[in-house]
C-alpha cells in the first residue's frame, strides 16, 4: 500500500514550529487589544457568490485558485449551494458585518482575525495552498469616521508597532492610492488607450489583462515588459481632488508619527474592492519572489457590493507563515527551552518527582508556573543528563538524600556550575537562572 502525505501545498508544524506561531498570535493578540481591536472568527467556508461579488470574478483568487465545490441537499428541504474555502477573511468579516448590523450600533468595529485560508496557487517557498493570515478590517458608517484618512494612518502606524515588537527589522512600507470608484474608469480609460498600440508586444497575461482587468497589468514581473509598463500613465495623475487630499493627509499623519514608507506608483494589488489607500510592507530575508509579508488596503463600496449598507472600511492580512520564514531566517527564532529536567534518581524516586514537577509547573504566589521535562527513574545518570541537556537549562537531581533533606542537587548548563538548593527557593532560583 502507498503511504499517504499531506496534500501538496499543505505542511503539518510540528512542537519545534509551533513554539514560533504562538509566540507570533500572542504578540499580535496584545498589540491589536492596545489598539482595542476585538476578535472575529467567521467560517472557513462561505457561499461562492460572497469571492465572486466581493473580491472580483476576474481576479486571478477568484478565476483560478478557488476551491469550490457543489454541496448537495441531503433532504427536500436543502437547497445545493456552491461553496468554497475561503481564500481571505475580509469578505467574510464584511458579511458578518452585514448579517449582524453592526453598522447599526454607529460605532467603528475594529476586528481582527487568525486562521488558514485556501488558494489553488503553484507551491513555492512561501506560497502555499493552506496558509494562515493574521489580520485586521476596521469598518462602519461614514459618521463614526470610517472614511478618514486618520483610519489609514492608525492602522499602518499600528503594523509598524506589531513588525518591530515581533522583532522583524528591515521591512519596507509600500504605499499607493488607486483612486475612488469615480476616478478609476477614466484612468483605466487611459490606461486602455496607452497600451493599444504597445500590448502586442508584452506577454500573454498581459494582453489577457489589457482586456479583463488593465489595472493588473501594473502588477506584471516579466522583465521585458517593464520598459511598456514604466512609460504608462500614472494613477496619481488621474484622482480628483478628494482622493488626493485624503492620500496627502495619510502621508501626512505618517511623516508626523514617524512611520516611514514609499511610495509605489504601480501597487495595485490583486483584489478589485480596493478604493484609495492600498499598501504593502515587503521583506527580503528569506522569502525569495514572494517578498510581500502583509497587504491590504481601503475598500469603500465592499459592503454595498455585497448587498449591505455603506461602511467604508480598511484592513490588512499578514502572511503568517512568510513572518515565520522572515524570523528563521533571521535568526531570532530561538527553540523554547524547558526551565528544569527533573531526573529522579531510581524508580523509588518516580513519585516525588512527579510531586515536584507539579509544584513547580503550578503557578503560585503570583509567579507563573515553569517549564517542566520529568524524566524517569529507570535511566541511568549519564542518560538523564544527555536528554535534559536537549530540552532543558537546567537537571534537578531527586535521590534518597535530596528527598529526605529537601535540599536538591541542580546543575545549570550555560554556567556549568552545580549547586545545592533548597526546595523552597527552587522555583526563584530556576526562574533566575532562565534569564
Ligand atoms: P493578499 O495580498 O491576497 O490580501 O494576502 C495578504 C497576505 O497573505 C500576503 O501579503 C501574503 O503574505 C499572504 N499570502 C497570500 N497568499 C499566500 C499563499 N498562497 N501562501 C502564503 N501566504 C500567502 C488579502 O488577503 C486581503 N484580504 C488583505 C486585506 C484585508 N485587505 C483589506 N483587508
Known amino acids: ?11 503539518d508544524l510540528l512542537p519545534s514550529e509551533t513554539g514560533l506561531w504562538n509566540r507570533i498570535e500572542a504578540t499580535a493578540r496584545s498589540v491589536f487589544e492596545r489598539y482595542n481591536f476585538g ?17 472580483g470574478e476576474e481576479t486571478d483568487i477568484v478565476s483560478k485558485e478557488m476551491y469550490t465545490w457543489e454541496d448537495r441537499a441531503r433532504a427536500q428541504s436543502e437547497k445545493t449551494q456552491m461553496l468554497t474555502l ?47 493570515q493574521i489580520g485586521a478590517e476596521v469598518i462602519g458608517p461614514v459618521s463614526a469616521g470610517s472614511e478618514s484618512p486618520m483610519r489609514d494612518a492608525e492602522v499602518l502606524e499600528m503594523l ?7 522583532g522583524i527589522s528591515g521591512w519596507v512600507l509600500k504605499l499607493n492610492s488607486v483612486g475612488s470608484a469615480s476616478d478609476r474608469p477614466a484612468y483605466i480609460a487611459k490606461l486602455k488607450t496607452a ?15 489589457a482586456v479583463t482587468n488593465p489595472l493588473r497589468v501594473l502588477d506584471c514581473k516579466v522583465p521585458e515588459d517593464q520598459p511598456f509598463i514604466d512609460a504608462l500613465p500614472k494613477i496619481a495623475d488621474s484622482l480628483d481632488e478628494a482622493s488626493r487630499a485624503h492620500f496627502a493627509a495619510v502621508c501626512a499623519a505618517l511623516d508626523t508619527a514617524g512611520v516611514p514608507y514609499i511610495r509605489d506608483h504601480r501597487l495595485v494589488r ?10 504593502e510592507f515587503t521583506h527580503d530575508a528569506g522569502l525569495g519572489t514572494q517578498n510581500a509579508l502583509l497587504g491590504g488596503g481601503r475598500y469603500d463600496g465592499l459592503s454595498e457590493l455585497i448587498g449591505g449598507p455603506k461602511a467604508p472600511g480598511i484592513g490588512f492580512a499578514m502572511g503568517e507563515d512568510r513572518l515565520v520564514l522572515t524570523l528563521l531566517e533571521s535568526q531570532q527564532a530561538k527553540p523554547a527551552l524547558a526551565e528544569a529536567y527533573i531526573a529522579p534518581l531510581g524508580e523509588t524516586q518516580n513519585a516525588a518527582a512527579l510531586e515536584l514537577a507539579r ?7 503570583g509567579r507563573p508556573g515553569l517549564r517542566i521535562e520529568l524524566g524517569d527513574g529507570s535511566f541511568r545518570l549519564k542518560k538523564s543528563f544527555e536528554a535534559a541537556d536537549k530540552v532543558a537549562r537546567a537537571i534537578v537531581l531527586l535521590g534518597e538524600d535530596e528527598a529526605s533533606s529537601g535540599i536538591l542537587t541542580v546543575k545549570v548548563f550555560a554556567a556549568g556550575v552545580q549547586s545545592k538548593v533548597p526546595r523552597s527557593d527552587l522555583a526563584a532560583f530556576l526562574m533566575a537562572a532562565a534569564t
Open 359 to 365: 509544584e513547580l509547573r503550578r503557578s503560585s504566589a
Open 270 to 279: 490583486g483584489l478589485d474592492y480596493y478604493t484609495r489607500t492600498t499598501f
Open 86 to 132: 475561503r481564500p481571505e477573511n475580509t469578505a467574510g468579516v464584511v458579511r458578518a458585518y452585514i448579517e449582524h448590523k453592526l453598522g447599526e450600533t454607529g460605532q467603528l468595529q475594529k476586528l481582527y482575525y487568525i486562521g488558514p485560508q485556501f488558494r489553488r496557487e503553484r507551491p513555492q517557498k512561501g506560497r502555499y495552498r493552506q496558509f494562515s
Open 160 to 166: 509598524a508597532t506589531l513588525l518591530d515588537e515581533l
Open 39 to 55: 476578535e472575529i472568527r467567521t467560517p472557513i467556508f462561505e457561499d461562492t457568490a460572497l469571492f465572486a461579488r466581493g473580491v
Open 1 to 11: 500500500m502507498s503511504t499517504l502525505k499531506a496534500v501538496r501545498g499543505t505542511r
Open 195 to 209: 497600451l493599444e498600440p504597445v500590448v502586442g508586444q508584452m506577454c500573454v497575461d498581459c494582453q489577457r489583462r
